[in-house]
């Protein structure tokens, strides 16, 4: 087995495929990883950054992405996470096509039914402030982009009725929220549980959760949305810079050993010995990823 080289690592978190393809089209050289438990990630560099990226496609659900976020972070070990894909907008000057980023992250579901009705007991995640600035500062040379920073709503909930009780009882309760999804809290919670993480959504706008929704997902939008907020993404990723003493692949790999001759794992999973020789690593100069 061979160590992978030491790279700063961002996770970057789809639901659906064509949120994944829009993203995938940005990274290069991608190889597929696969986890013991069967997760696959594609993991390949950004170009113009210091990035290795790897994307993943979780599929649909709040407590679907916090199960496979925590078991990829544990994994691969991300210096920031990214939930990208489409959202349903929630206020009437957020169009098809807008990016809203994730100033927090707010769970709808939480509460207690009373018999004075059903009380809200809201729980909100910040995204990313190093994130979110490098947001900021992106979006300022996108001309094409028009981004909104307002929380966002996740519910396991496609909204697709602006006037039912649910869609009433989210402008009521969460009526700063710019946009609803379905795992943006759940990635989110993952990587605040993991610790010193940084973390944030970005959603482009694909309908405005109402009884149009049908006829704006036909008509294309939802690629539109999807390609406006993987465009947000990468150029975050070119503002936001690793933390210092991350390797840099420009500099070159960096020297797998430590304390003579033994060979440097750590950081590493493996299963099974593994026996080496510095010398032998350095010789090989092999670049096989042999993750499980």
Request: no cysteine; charged share 25%; aromatic share 2%.
């Given at each position: 087995m061979t160590m992978p080289d030491i790279q700063p690592t961002v996770l970057v978190l789809t639901a659906l495929p064509l949120e994944y393809a829009a993203i995938r089209a940005h990274v290069v050289e991608r190889k597929e990883w696969v986890h013991r438990?069967?997760?696959?990630?594609?993991?390949?560099?950004?170009?113009?950054?210091?990035?290795?990226?790897?994307?993943?496609?979780?599929?649909?659900?709040a407590e679907r992405a916090s199960v496979l976020t925590t078991q990829l972070i544990d994994w691969l070990r991300p210096e920031a996470v990214l939930f990208?894909?489409?959202?349903?907008?929630?206020?009437?000057?957020?169009?098809?096509?807008?990016v809203v980023v994730g100033t927090q992250v707010y769970e709808i579901h939480g509460g207690k039914q009373s018999q004075d009705g059903f009380l809200v007991r809201p729980k909100a995640l910040p995204g990313s402030h190093a994130l979110e600035q490098a947001a900021r500062s992106a979006v300022r040379d996108m001309p094409d982009v028009r981004a909104h920073f307002m929380p966002i709503a996740t519910g396991d909930v496609v909204l697709a009725d602006a006037e039912s009780e649910i869609a009433r009882f989210v402008r009521r309760s969460y009526n700063d929220a710019g946009a609803i999804e379905m795992e943006g809290s759940g990635a989110l919670r993952a990587a605040?549980?993991?610790?010193?993480?940084?973390?944030?959504?970005?959603?482009?706008?694909?309908?405005?959760?109402?009884?149009?929704?049908?006829?704006?997902?036909?008509?294309?939008?939802?690629?539109?949305?999807?390609?406006?907020?993987?465009?947000?993404?990468?150029?975050?990723?070119?503002?936001?810079?690793?933390?210092?003493?991350?390797?840099?692949?420009?500099?070159?790999?960096?020297?797998?050993?430590?304390?003579?001759?033994?060979?440097?794992?750590?950081?590493?999973?493996?299963?099974?010995?593994?026996?080496?020789?510095?010398?032998?690593?350095?010789?090989?100069?092999?670049?096989?990823?042999?993750?499980?």
């Open positions: 438990d069967g997760t696959r990630v594609e993991v390949g560099r950004l170009p113009g950054s210091s990035w290795q990226v790897a994307l993943a496609e979780l599929g649909m659900g990208v894909g489409i959202a349903g907008s929630l206020k009437d000057d957020i169009g098809i096509g807008d605040h549980l993991s610790g010193q993480l940084d973390a944030l959504v970005i959603r482009g706008i694909s309908d405005r959760a109402d009884a149009e929704k049908h006829t704006a997902d036909a008509s294309g939008a939802q690629q539109r949305a999807a390609e406006q907020a993987a465009a947000v993404t990468v150029s975050v990723l070119h503002k936001h810079r690793p933390r210092e003493g991350s390797s840099d692949p420009e500099e070159g790999p960096q020297e797998a050993t430590y304390g003579g001759d033994h060979i440097d794992f750590r950081g590493g999973t493996f299963h099974g010995p593994v026996t080496g020789k510095a010398d032998h690593l350095l010789q090989g100069q092999s670049r096989a990823h042999s993750l499980t």
